[in-house]
């Protein structure tokens, strides 16, 4: 098994919240449950480290990132600018075809929000609404900034528990995105991802918060 197998099953993992923030990976554990020597273990958590996922510390071990509420808030703040943005810059460019793959990731995202596929569904109802921008760059960082947000909101146990809201905030997104009225779609965008932040905050572990 290589490091980047090992690494794409331990993201996988961590971004369905089978490890919690703050959580160390055990290089003898993953190597016993791979069947493998560390060495591989260990390129695959440098890997990890390398994306944003885990933090490695001067005695080599691993820990899920774990961020502090300021953090996430703050991620949940750039996120709005960047999201707007790029958000901005594809309904300007936006071609039926454009429309047309939204309109298919919002159904299917729709069908994923009950199940345990609504992280993937609801990020791919997003990026359709980004690609059309043409900003690989800027579509990049958000979606790292999203991953980072998703980590904490699978560990800490926070599930969609305003489904019918978000639901609603992509219907109205899509119908101000089909009449190219980029300022409503800008506006419930933002609501949109500050409703997550606050869901994300009202979870937080009280060990966590210093309280």
Same mark, same amino acid.
């Given at each position: 098994m290589s490091a980047e197998q090992i690494a794409a099953t331990l993201e996988t993992e961590i971004v369905d919240g089978r490890f919690r923030p703050g959580e160390e990976l055990k290089q003898g554990? *993953?190597?016993?449950?791979?069947?493998?020597?560390?060495? &591989?273990?260990?390129?695959? +958590?440098?890997?990890?480290?390398?994306?944003?996922?885990i933090s490695l510390v001067p005695n080599r071990r691993a820990r899920v *990132?774990?961020?502090? &509420?300021?953090? #996430?808030?703050? $991620?949940?703040?750039?996120?709005?600018?960047?999201?707007?943005?790029? +958000?901005?810059?594809? #309904?300007k460019q936006m071609t039926e075809n454009d429309l047309g793959a939204i309109e298919v990731a919002y159904a299917h995202s729709s069908i994923d929000a009950g199940t345990d596929r609504?992280?993937?569904g609801d990020w791919a109802f997003h990026q359709s609404?980004?690609?059309?921008?043409?900003?690989?760059?800027?579509?990049k960082l958000i979606e790292e900034l999203r991953r980072t947000c998703r980590i904490h909101i699978?560990?800490?146990?926070?599930? &969609?528990?305003?489904?019918?809201?978000?639901?609603?905030?992509?219907?109205?997104?899509?119908?101000?995105?089909?009449?190219?009225?980029?300022?409503?779609?800008?506006? $419930?965008?933002k609501r949109h991802i500050m409703d997550a932040c606050a869901m994300l905050l009202s979870?937080?572990?009280t060990e966590n918060t210093g309280s």
């Open positions: 554990e *993953i190597a016993k449950r791979f069947a493998i020597s560390r060495i &591989p273990v260990r390129d695959a +958590l440098q890997l990890l480290a390398s994306r944003g996922m *990132i774990s961020l502090e &509420p300021a953090e #996430i808030s703050e $991620i949940y703040d750039l996120r709005v600018l960047l999201e707007t943005d790029c +958000l901005h810059h594809a #309904i609504w992280a993937s609404l980004y690609l059309p921008a043409r900003r690989p760059r800027q579509l699978a560990g800490y146990g926070v599930l &969609p528990a305003q489904t019918r809201d978000w639901l609603e905030d992509h219907k109205n997104i899509l119908s101000a995105v089909r009449n190219r009225n980029t300022a409503d779609a800008q506006d $419930i965008l979870a937080w572990p």
